[in-house]
């Protein structure tokens, strides 16, 4: 039984850090940008964000974010436009 016990929060756990890892939390000082990083990766090619080579961290400022993030919601009629609608205050 314990054993069993053991394997379910051992899976909780590791489901948990999963789901974690697919929300993506950009900081900027008039609110945070939280977004789904699967649901991207699912509707689009890696290359539309990260470009030529191997996916990774994105180096965003505020004009290149608003460049590659809002412009692309914009041209797809798709996601939030407006700045209260990405950035959120805690």
């Given at each position: 039984m314990k054993k069993m016990l053991t394997i379910a929060l051992l899976l909780a756990f590791t489901a948990g850090?999963?789901?974690a890892a697919d929300t993506v939390v950009l900081t900027a000082k008039n609110g945070d940008v939280t977004f789904n990083?699967?649901?991207h990766s699912e509707s689009m090619?890696?290359?539309v964000c990260h470009g030529d080579g191997k996916?990774?961290?994105?180096?965003?400022?505020k004009d290149t974010?608003?460049?590659l993030?809002?412009?692309?919601h914009v041209k797809k009629a798709a996601g939030p436009t407006k700045c209260g609608e990405c950035h959120k205050k805690k």
């Open positions: 850090t999963a789901i990083h699967k649901v090619d890696c290359k996916p990774g961290k994105v180096d965003l400022t974010a608003h460049a993030c809002k412009d692309c």
